[in-house]
């Protein structure tokens, strides 16, 4: 069964930054395409940000564009989402998830288009 397990959330203040981290360990992540997702509650699972499986290209939620960078580490097997200057908006549960193969940039923000999830790592964003 393929698992993926998020790490790095916790509370942080408002401006500050935090890195959440996105791991594989019954599987190779490099041959997916992987997601990040957030859902606060009584709201939506809307994307945040994702990358092809090759690292190709990264697509951003207009949202976070400028705050969030995805990156991959192949060799880590490990999918990174470095989050900057946090807003009170910004928190929820963020997950990531994983589709095998190409993923065309335009769709790889839509939940439905994952196989795979992890168990979500919940950010609090609080003075």
């Known amino acids: 069964q393929l698992q993926l397990v998020e790490s790095g959330g916790g509370l942080v203040q408002p401006g500050g930054s935090l890195r959440l981290s996105c791991a594989a360990s019954t599987f190779t992540l490099e041959n997916y395409a992987i997601g990040w997702f957030r859902q606060a509650p009584g709201k939506e699972r809307e994307g945040v940000s994702c990358?092809?499986?090759?690292?190709?290209?990264?697509n951003y939620a207009d949202s976070v564009k400028g705050r969030f960078t995805i990156s991959r580490d192949n060799a880590k097997n490990t999918v990174y989402l470095q989050i900057d200057s946090l807003r009170p908006e910004d928190a929820a549960t963020y997950y990531c998830?994983?589709?095998?193969?190409?993923?065309?940039?335009?769709?790889?923000?839509?939940?439905?288009?994952?196989?795979?999830w992890g168990q979500g790592a919940q950010v609090t964003v609080s003075s």
């Open positions: 998830a994983a589709h095998r193969g190409i993923l065309l940039h335009s769709l790889c923000l839509s939940p439905a288009n994952y196989d795979h």
């Open positions: 990358i092809s499986a090759g690292g190709s290209y990264t």
